[in-house]
């Protein structure tokens, strides 16, 4: 019988980052940095108007278009939930 060999993946783990101290997840930029080194940005910086990621994705305009109006509708959401949950 065989056995699955086990799924760990050095290339994956370099991209993957711990979470926040708060426990927000935390994203790798896509391309590494001049060391090789995959920089962990925060949710909040992505879109920022700061560049974070050694090439610039977090501020891609084209990305930061769809992720604001997503954030845009996620917030108003979000609010009608708690508004809904605090007038129970
Ligand atoms: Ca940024």
Redesign the pocket.
Known sequence: MEVAQSSYDPRAESTKCPPAADGMERFACPTPDRQGRYRCIDDH????????CPSGE??DRQACMFYKTTKAHLDVLADALLRWARGR
Do not use: S, Y
Request: proline share 0%; charged share 40%.
């Open positions: 910086v992505l879109c920022d108007g700061f560049i974070d977090d501020e």
